[in-house]
């Protein structure tokens, strides 16, 4: 089963591939893949999950078995998310250092939505419009954890968008250990670094820094130093591994092929059928 799909989810019929179809905007999905394969039906955790497939870090896991849990404070994300992963749990809260109510500064059709004022305005600026102010219902990382103590969390993937130390601030590292951690480590739409003001937080639960996408800060628990090596690798060509845009443009142009190769003989099966009516028109 390894390095097999099924999208019919997405493609609307059953079509399988041998490779990895990769879902995430940078790869993240591939290197965890990488370290991860292994694991059957595995569980992970996403904070800022946005869309189900569209630069998803977690579609091609639940598309092998795996079920997890999403959290996602913007509406209309949320219900995509419920729609598409029904079987799945969606949170539709924020996650923030203590329980409460909190302004989101939401941006429609966007992954900039931010709890921070700050990041809202660097993405006003970037989209050249400003963000709807709502009311979201936040709840700690503790307490959005505590259904699953005592079980493996394979993964936990944090894009928060500026928002990731009170996230962090709320967990307690003793109490619920993700084998891995991934956390967006730049400012929001930028290469500038932003992991030194949180990234003491899991350094301090016993967490070992493995590896940097250029976007990602990605973190080992340390009582599973067998994932470490796996993750330390950047994507490769040794990964037999494909975008899933890119997926599907391959499977649309081998349609329109197979169209083309079957478009004569079904053409000359409409003449001979033709030629037949006249011939027999013709003998009566």
């Known amino acids: 089963f390894d390095g097999i799909v099924l999208l019919g989810q997405n493609l609307g019929s059953q079509e399988w591939s041998p490779i990895f179809v990769s879902y995430a905007q940078n790869f993240e999905d591939v290197a965890l893949w990488r370290a991860l394969k292994h694991v059957r039906n595995g569980l992970y955790v996403d904070l800022g999950a946005q869309h189900p ?152 639960g016993d967490y070992e820094f493995a590896y940097f996408d250029g976007l990602n800060r990605f973190y080992v628990a340390k009582e599973h130093p067998e994932l470490l090596d796996p993750i330390r690798r950047p994507p490769s060509v040794f990964d037999n591994f494909t975008q899933h845009r890119v997926f599907k443009l391959e499977q649309a142009l081998a349609r329109e092929r197979n169209r083309v190769r079957l478009l004569p003989e079904a053409f000359l099966t409409r003449l001979g059928r033709k030629l037949r009516r006249v011939i027999k028109g013709g003998a009566s």
């Open 53 to 204: 497939v569209q630069d998803s870090v977690t579609r091609a896991f639940y598309e092998r078995g795996w079920r997890g849990v999403h959290v996602e404070p913007v509406a209309v994300y949320a219900d995509l998310l419920r729609a598409d992963r029904p079987d799945e749990t969606v949170i539709q809260k924020a996650i923030g250092a203590e329980a409460g109510t909190m302004t989101l500064y939401v941006f429609a059709d966007s992954g900039l939505s931010s709890l921070i004022a700050e990041s809202a305005e660097a993405g006003a600026v970037t989209l050249k419009r400003t963000a709807e102010a709502v009311d979201v219902s936040v709840i700690t990382l503790d307490q959005l954890l505590a259904p699953y103590e005592g079980r493996d969390i394979h993964f936990m993937k944090i894009d928060i968008e500026g928002a990731e130390k009170a996230a962090l601030s709320g967990w307690s590292p003793a109490r619920f250990r993700p084998w891995i951690i991934l956390v967006e480590a730049t400012k929001p739409n930028s290469t500038e670094p932003n992991h030194h003001d949180w990234e003491p937080l899991i350094l301090a």
